[in-house]
């Protein structure tokens, strides 16, 4: 079978069929490769996982990574849009949690993905 974007035939027509209708809608992917995006960096990834363990504010959160507040409170905006992170203000002090177990098990998983090459 041809398609116009492709330079080339299918070999296996019979497993392209049978994989087209369960292939998600372009526009989810490209949502899905964003969110792959925000999770790439390596600043943010130790954010999440420090939330993973604990719900924290940002000063702490800035001591532990030894980063300046300035810099943690940007990527955990970037995390907030990506509805990684929720916000809850007590008192003075904003703490900051995984959005979701959701974040926890891509987290979790994808550590232990990496563990199995080492």
């Not at 960096?41 to 130790?46: A, L, P, Y």
């Not at 907030?80 to 998983?109: F, P, Q, S, T």
Request: net charge negative; charged share 25%; aromatic share 6%.
């Amino acid at each position: 079978m041809e398609n116009k974007h492709s330079d080339c035939e299918a070999i296996n027509t019979d497993i392209v069929e049978k994989v087209r209708p369960n292939m998600p809608d372009m526009n989810l992917l490209y949502e899905l490769s964003d969110f792959f995006k925000v999770m790439g960096d390596g600043t943010r990834i130790q954010l999440l996982w420090a939330l993973d363990e604990s719900e924290m504010c940002v000063g702490d959160l800035a001591v532990l990574l030894n980063m300046t507040k300035s810099a943690v409170s940007h990527q955990l905006k970037v995390l907030r849009i990506a509805k990684l992170v929720r916000a809850n203000k007590k008192g003075k002090n904003v703490y900051y949690a995984l959005n979701d177990n959701h974040v926890k098990v891509i987290l979790e998983m994808a550590l232990e993905h990496v563990s199995e090459g080492a």
